[in-house]
Structures are given as structure tokens and as C-alpha cells.
């Protein structure tokens, strides 16, 4: 069974940054694409941002310029590099890998909340 799971969440005030880390439990072979969602509290989860095989990525439209994510070269870790937080930023984010199989694994996710 594959594992996933989250880490550096945390509260900040609004235009502070967090970087949150997400770490799977199998090779490197298995992993597709890697991504990050988050669910606000009465949301559907939303996609936040990508990262695909070569280097590709993709990005909500309103954290475009403000998130990064990268992921550690050949590993099974990536990151999201959060800048400019905003209250509306806050949810629990979610890792989420995708393996070659076809099958998604989730983590247990991490709370962002970003308040003054």
C-alpha cells in the first residue's frame, strides 16, 4: 500500500508564506503525476497545483504567480512553496500521487489557515 503524507501546515497572517512537503512510500517508477488540492470547509476539493512527468505543471488560476510546486529530481517528494497568502488561501491541503496503475493515493492532508 502506498503512502502519503503531508507536512508543514500551520497558521500565518495574510501575505506570509508556508511550504508544505509531501512524501510517498514507493519508487520512483511508480509515481505519474503528483499533485496538491485543497477543500475549504463547505467546498468541493479543488485542484491546486500539478506536476507531471518532464517537469510539467499546472496551477488553480488564483494562486498563479504566488505557488510553486516542484518536485525533488528522479524522487518521490514534492513540495508547494506558498507566497503571498491570502484569508481565502485557508483549507486543508491534500496530497494526492497517481501511479501508472491508474489508481490515485491521497494523504491524510494538512490545515493552512491564513488569518490576521
Known amino acids: 500500500q502506498v503512502q502519503v503524507v503531508e507536512s508543514g501546515g500551520g497558521s500565518v497572517q495574510p501575505g506570509g508564506s508556508l511550504r508544505l512537503s509531501c512524501a510517498a512510500s514507493?519508487?520512483?517508477?511508480?509515481?505519474?503525476?503528483m499533485a496538491w488540492y485543497r477543500q475549504a470547509p463547505g467546498e468541493q476539493r479543488e485542484l491546486v497545483a500539478a506536476?507531471?512527468?518532464?517537469?510539467?505543471?499546472k496551477y488553480l488560476d488564483s494562486v498563479k504567480g504566488r505557488f510553486t510546486i516542484s518536485r525533488v529530481k528522479a524522487g518521490n517528494t514534492i513540495y508547494l512553496q506558498m507566497n503571498g497568502l491570502k484569508p481565502e488561501d485557508t483549507a486543508v491541503y491534500y496530497c494526492k500521487l497517481a501511479d501508472y496503475y491508474g489508481r490515485d493515493h491521497w494523504g491524510q492532508g494538512t490545515q493552512v489557515t491564513v488569518s490576521s
Open positions: 506536476i507531471y512527468p518532464g517537469g510539467s505543471t
Open positions: 514507493t519508487g520512483v517508477g511508480m509515481i505519474n503525476a
